[in-house]
């Protein structure tokens, strides 16, 4: 927005105050877009399955130590060494690759 206020007064002024104007407008928008930038970059977005660590889920197929549990209406393949029946509920505590490492709760 500010870089075409910047061409507006450079067409509506005159004299060296549109050049003036213009670069200070300009200027003012590097800044904006610096800001802008080191604000969206520390943004970051976890995806995939971190997202699902800590996470209940319920075990589909018994999980003696690999089985099937549904989490957030998806079917995943998960490993729990203490074991888990069909039905029981289970907590991500981490993953190894795209098998969901869980406990019991």
Do not use: H
Not at 18 to 29: E, G, K, Q, R
């Amino acid at each position: 927005m500010l870089i075409v206020l910047a061409i507006v007064l450079l067409l509506l002024l005159d004299g060296p105050w549109n050049w003036i104007a213009f670069i200070v407008v300009t200027l003012l928008w590097f800044v904006e877009l610096y800001g802008w930038s080191r604000t969206v970059r520390k943004n970051r977005r976890v995806v995939g399955a971190e997202t699902l660590i800590g996470q209940t889920a319920v075990v589909t197929e018994p999980c003696r130590p690999v089985g099937q549990v549904r989490l957030a209406g998806e079917i995943w393949e998960a490993r729990c060494q203490a074991g888990a029946g069909e039905g029981d509920q289970v907590r991500v505590i981490g993953r190894d690759k795209l098998t969901l490492v869980v406990e019991p709760v």
